[in-house]
């Protein structure tokens, strides 16, 4: 028998982006405060809260933002997550799901994630 691995396809690729603080989470070389897993994706407590509940939903595999997003499939992944996410944090009232893109769209962490934001009433439109 080998002991060659054979390589992960893309699409089945682990999070491995170098220099990534998302990738770096998800392979635990960085401390965060996990609140939910599935084979899809993982929910950290966000470092820099904007609401009482503020959870970021992040996809296992590095996909830079929704614009390089080539799996159609894992955006539902993310959003049954951040459901999930909303059902565990009692977030009954409502809450506000943010995926910012881009410099224009705020976005600092180039690794796809949903925020959820929640526990208060959010004003529209955002800054
Ligand atoms: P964005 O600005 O939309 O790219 O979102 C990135 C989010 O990651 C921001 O809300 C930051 O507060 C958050 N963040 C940055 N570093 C960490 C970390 N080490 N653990 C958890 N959240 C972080
Ligand atoms: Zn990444």
């Not at 390589?7 to 982006?17: S, V």
């Not at 950290?44 to 992040?58: G, K, S």
């Amino acid at each position: 028998m080998s002991s060659e691995k054979s390589q992960p396809q893309q699409d089945q690729a682990p999070a491995k982006q170098a220099n990534c603080l998302f990738c770096s989470i998800h392979n635990k070389e960085i401390k965060a405060n996990f609140v939910y897993e599935d084979e899809d994706a993982f929910a950290i407590r966000d470092i820099n809260p904007q609401a009482p509940t503020h959870i970021l939903v992040i996809p296992r595999r590095h996909v830079d933002n929704v614009k390089k997003l080539e799996d159609k499939n894992l955006i539902g992944s993310l959003f049954y997550a951040a459901a999930r996410v909303a059902e565990q944090e009692n977030l009954d009232g409502g809450f506000r799901l943010v995926v910012n893109t881009g410099d224009d769209g705020g976005q600092t962490v180039n690794h796809l994630h949903i925020h959820v934001l929640g526990g208060r009433s959010l004003v529209w439109p955002p800054g």
